[in-house]
Nanobody, 127 residues
Framework: VQLVESGGGSVQSGGSLRLSCATS????????MGWFRQAPGQEREGVAG???????RYADSVKGRFTISRDNAKNTLYLQMNSLKPEDTAMYYC??????????????????????WGQGTQVTVSL
């Protein structure tokens, strides 16, 4: 299983970025997916999750600004980030559960609920 993030970069406060996570090696449509982030010296925190049923959940800190989505035909996960703030600066990671045949909502956004991880893409937001 491979998860490869892209789309990070440096933007000014109020700007937008779209992260992508290309996956391979398993049945993407059956997996529940999530985005996490980790700033230096801080714990990894859940940002957004999407189920195999396409339902979503978000951390309170990003509700209304970030949108998670998936394209099962492309085996790709996305995170659209708008109205970015300096406190959004972090390494962003894509994560996945094991693929299941059942259509399920996303699990709670705790790292222990996800099995597969990408290497991360850096997002830096300046004033």
């Amino acid at each position: 299983v491979q998860l490869v993030e892209s789309g990070g970069g440096s933007v000014q406060s109020g700007g937008s970025l779209r992260l992508s996570c290309a996956t391979s090696g398993y049945t993407f449509s059956g997996a529940r997916m999530g985005w996490f982030r980790q700033a230096p010296g801080q714990e990894r925190e859940g940002v957004a999750g999407i189920g195999s049923d396409d339902s979503t959940r978000y951390a309170d800190s990003v509700k209304g600004r970030f949108t998670i989505s998936r394209d099962n035909a492309k085996n790709t996960l996305y995170l659209q980030m708008n109205s970015l703030k300096p406190e959004d600066t972090a390494m962003y990671y894509c994560a996945a559960t094991k693929a299941m045949q059942l259509m399920l909502p996303p699990p709670p956004l705790a790292p222990t609920n996800f099995v597969y991880w990408g290497q991360g893409t850096q997002v830096t937001v300046s004033l």
